[in-house]
């Protein structure tokens, strides 16, 4: 069983910040990419960014300058810090991660279940 458990969404005014946080847990014998993207309603799910495991990071352009992935493997988390936030950031925020499950072949994508963030003009 694995599971990915997101924290830090919420309510925040234009040029505002957040920090969104993402925790994978379960029998996880490694962890690969992890990624964050958001969904605004009517809209395709988009990549905002991506980390590799040895810390190379991409960005969508949307985003550059402004959001910051990160992640601490000794937690198996990943972040997203939000900062200068536009109201057309307005969605929810998925987490992703491949990882590889204990006694299990192959390396999967699994998901969070997403947290919302609303910005207000």
């Known amino acids: 069983q694995v599971q990915l458990v997101e924290s830090g969404g919420g309510l925040v005014q234009a040029g505002g910040s957040l920090r969104l946080s993402c925790a994978a847990s379960g029998s996880i014998s490694s962890i690969n990419a992890m990624r964050w993207f958001c969904q605004a309603p009517g809209k395709q799910r988009e990549l905002v960014a991506a980390?590799?495991?040895?810390?190379?990071?991409n960005y969508a352009d949307s985003v550059k300058g402004r959001f910051t992935i990160s992640r601490d493997n000794g937690k198996n988390t990943v972040y997203l810090q939000m900062n200068s936030l536009k109201p057309e950031d307005t969605a929810v925020y998925y987490c992703n991660a491949d990882l590889l499950r204990i006694g299990l072949l192959g390396a999967y994508s699994y998901w969070g279940q997403g947290t919302q963030v609303t910005v207000s003009s």
């Open positions: 980390i590799t495991s040895t810390g190379l990071t």
